[in-house]
Structures are given as C-alpha cells and as structure tokens.
C-alpha cells in the first residue's frame, strides 16, 4: 500500500470530524487531565500500601499476591501515564493528525498502548485469581511448586502476551487507525477490507473476554472453598485471615473489569463481526471511557479492602446487629427448651462486650 493511500486510509476520518465544536473540545482537554491526575494519583497511594506491605510479609502466597497486585497498580499508573499524554498530545495539535503524525507513527503507538495497557490488568488479574485459587485449594503444591522464581516468569509471560497482541497489526502491517472522534487510534473497525481486519479485534475481545472469565471461574471456586473451610471448622484453616482478605480483593477487582471492560470487549465484537452502514463511534467512544475507569477503580480496592479496613467494618457490623443477633440467638434456645433464662440486664451487659479478639480474627 502506497503513502498516500495510507495517509488518506488512516486520516479519513478527520473531514468527517471537522465540525467539533470549541466547547466540547475544552470539555474532552478537561475530563482527559481529570482522569489523568486522580489516575495517576490513585495507583501511587495503592503502590505505597502495596509495596510496604510486601517488604512487612514473610508469607510466601501473601508475597506471590502482593507480587501480582502491585505489578497491577504499576500497569495501571504506566497506562494512565503514558495514554494520558499522548490524548493531551493530540489536542494540543487541535487533532489534526495530518499535521503533526503525517506517517502514523504517533497513531501506531497509541494504539499499542492502548491495546497494551488493557489486556495487560485483564491478564494479570485472570493470573492472581488462579494463583489464589492454587493457594486456597491446593496449599501445599503452592507452597513446593510455585515458587517466587515461577510467579516472576509467569508475571513476565503475562505482559509479553499483552505486547504480542498490541503489536500484531504493526507486525501485520495493519496499522492502528484514528477513530471517527479523531482523539485516539484503534482497529480498523469500519467496513473491514478483508479478515485480517476482522481477525485482529477479535483476538483483543476474546482474549479479554477469557481472561474475566478465567477470573470469575477461579474466584467463585476459591471463595466456596475458603467458606466451606471456615464453616467445617478445618484445623489447618488457622491463619487463613490473610486469604480472605486476598479474595474480597479480587472479587472487587473482577466485579471492576466486568462492569467497566465487558461492554467495550463486547461491543468490539459486535463492530467486527456484523456490518453496520453507518457503525456509532459515540458508543464505542463512551464504552473506551468506561474501560479507562477500570485503571482508576483497581487501586481504591486495595486502599479501602484492606484487613485493617475489613476489621473496622465488621467491628462497625457488631456494634449495629450484635444486639440482635445475640437477642435472636437467646429466642430460638428457649424455643429449643434451654433451660434457664438470663436476665435483663445480663444481657444488656453481655450485648455491649467488647468483640473478642478471636472473633475478629475469624472473620478477618
């Protein structure tokens, strides 16, 4: 394909778009620095828990987690970072690609990032839910197995997966192109020239789509067996405070990545596989910025679900129904025929005792 085909492939778009008023402009510059700064703010806060808490764990899976979580945050902060600046990029050239990226090469990079820097959080956070799945269900094949050596591969496994992916329309020579809002580059989404242009979209969602998938599997599966554990009372069940704080962690996280990337995987899908005359670049636009706010909601999940935050909501739970509770309890034994009623003020006194530390440890 000549330059000039190309130029005219790739920028196509922009008459289509001239007629963005100034007032949206500014609108778009706004809320593009808003996300960047809370972002970029918010993934540090999460890495400096993260990171003090892996140099304080001595605990082998609990330091495997930490590994991955903060490999998470780290992805997410590079992405805000680095997409970030490229969409400021753009404005400040009003968005006339023509005039600052007449070769794409500007576009061939933004979409890698942001082809990269979305896979990326879904496959690490399939990779930390089979880890703790591993780590609940098989403990001792975690424990001689997968060592800190093997969670380092695997980790680097995930991110080169994720870089294959992003730079296979480049490889292909199938560049990244600018989308009809003319403020970032993605697939070739509209009328599709052959299957190429449909193949590579589709490999992005159903890659992504997998990986939620994988996630939800493995952490429906770990929470059920850490609550049958806790509810058979398992000897070996000591000291796993530790995981359920892990997998409250990840069920946040996946409930994050469903609601914020599957409407974007799946609206990829749709764009790729069924032709539409004139396909909606408003939707796809708005199903982008929603995947953007799984990089801003991921560290807020580990800053509020944490075991010293788990503990104060439960203690804050006991405070509120424990009255009840224990009032309930003492109903349905006399119902049974225990013997004996307390009295009043026993258990006026017994339902404000203060939650014994062995509690709050089973819980947490």
Not at 65 to 88: C, P, Q, R, Y
Not at 230 to 255: D, F, N, V, W
Request: net charge positive; proline share 4%.
């Amino acid at each position: 394909m000549s330059s000039n085909e190309s130029s005219e492939t790739q920028y196509g778009s922009e008459v289509r778009g001239s007629n963005s008023t100034c007032c949206h402009k500014e609108l778009s510059v706004t809320a593009s620095v808003i996300s960047m700064t809370v972002g970029i703010f918010s993934n540090s806060f999460a890495l400096f828990i993260l990171i003090k808490s892996y140099s304080r764990h001595r605990i082998k899976s609990k330091a495997s987690f930490l590994l991955f979580a903060s490999s998470l945050v780290t992805t997410d902060l590079l992405g805000h970072l680095i997409n970030g600046s490229l969409v400021l990029h753009v404005y400040r050239f009003h968005r006339k690609w023509d005039t600052f990226d007449p070769h794409g090469i500007v576009c061939s990079i933004f979409g890698v990032c942001m082809v990269f820097y979305g896979l990326s959080p879904l496959f690490l956070s399939s990779a930390m839910a089979v880890e703790r799945f591993i780590g609940v269900t098989k403990p001792i094949f975690h424990s001689a197995v997968l060592s800190s050596h093997l969670m380092k591969r695997l980790l680097g496994f995930t991110w080169l997966l994720a870089a294959l992916v992003a730079l296979l329309p480049v490889l292909l020579r199938r560049p990244y192109e600018v989308q009809r809002s003319r403020s970032w580059c993605f697939f070739h989404m509209e009328q599709p020239r052959d299957w190429l242009d449909v193949l590579l979209p589709l490999i992005f969602s159903i890659l992504g789509l997998l990986a939620l998938l994988l996630s939800i599997v493995c952490n429906t599966l770990a929470s059920c067996a850490l609550l049958h554990g806790r509810l058979r009372h398992k000897p070996g069940s000591r000291g796993t405070s530790y995981h359920l704080e892990m997998i409250c962690q990840l069920l946040a996280i996946m409930l994050v990545s469903c609601v914020c990337w599957g409407p974007l995987l799946v609206h990829v899908i749709i764009l790729s596989t069924i032709a539409e005359d004139e396909p909606s670049s408003f939707s796809l636009l708005t199903t982008v910025r929603m995947a953007t706010w799984n990089q801003i909601l991921d560290p807020w999940v580990y800053i509020l679900l944490r075991k010293a935050v788990l503990r104060k909501i439960f203690m804050l739970f006991h405070s509120c129904w424990g009255s009840k509770l224990h009032t309930f309890h003492r109903w349905q034994r006399s119902t049974l025929g225990s013997s004996g009623e307390p009295s009043k003020s026993y258990c006026i006194r017994y339902s404000r005792q203060p939650l014994p530390d062995t509690t709050v440890q089973t819980i947490t």
